[in-house]
């Protein structure tokens, strides 16, 4: 028997799991079912909150998707975890973290009962290579980019499946469709391990908009998705982008315990 914990970011919802004794199982099995929706808690990924001996960092985050296998670094994820330290008293406004792909920081914006606007620093992005028409970038994952119209009603899940599988990325990728609007760009996402189009992604968030500046110099982009609203702020020399910060909303739907 276990407490877990229910957020969401912009949609993008995960169980978390305050590990402090490090004693969860976390086998792919047991992941996977928690994650199902039908059969289990239901959710797009599983977070390890972990306790570190590292100085000056708060915990440690470990991602799984909701195929149990560990992920790559989950933006959102990160956002809700700094959302749930600040709910545990682990930090105050301010949180150091480690995830897969290197050391974090984030800053609670403001808060209203169990939402919580969170600003994420991301890392940096040296390179964005074209691919059919459209863009790959690694943003702590793996994404490509490409801008569409009548976003409403395109085949996110066909074509992302498609380039999801494409043999340019044996390890797979995710793949964002982007609508440029007038003064904010619309994103849909095909998440690699959930293996579907989920109501937001961090990461893919942040893909879009540096590839969006590509198009439309700038150093700040509102994104909006079906789960909620962004905004992505950046410094840009060329294709190299640095102190990449990803903001938006989290929120704590409810806790439990359960025994499988």
Known sequence: MFTFYKYHGAGNDFIIV???????????????TLCHRRTGIGADGLILIN????????????????????GSMCGNGGRCAIAFA???GIIQNKAYFLGVDGMHQGFIINENGNEV????????VDSITPFENAYYLD???PHVVSFVDDIANYDVIGEGKRIRHHKNFPQGTNVNFVEINEDY??????????EDETLSCGTGVTASSLAYSLLHPCHEVKVKTR???????F????????NIMLQGPTCCVFEGRIDL
């Open 18 to 32: 305050h590990n402090s004794k490090l004693d969860f199982n976390d086998n792919f099995r047991h992941v996977h």
């Open 51 to 70: 306790p570190t001996q590292k100085k000056g960092i708060d915990f440690e985050m470990r991602y799984f998707n909701a195929d149990g296998y560990e």
């Open 86 to 88: 600040k709910k545990s």
């Open 117 to 124: 606007e969170v600003s994420l620093q991301m890392i940096n």
């Open 139 to 141: 943003t702590g994952s």
């Open 185 to 194: 760009i619309f994103v849909r996402t095909f998440e690699r391990g959930v």
């Open 227 to 233: 789960g909620g609203n962004f905004k992505v702020t």
């Open 235 to 242: 410094e840009k020399e060329d294709t190299t982008f640095t």
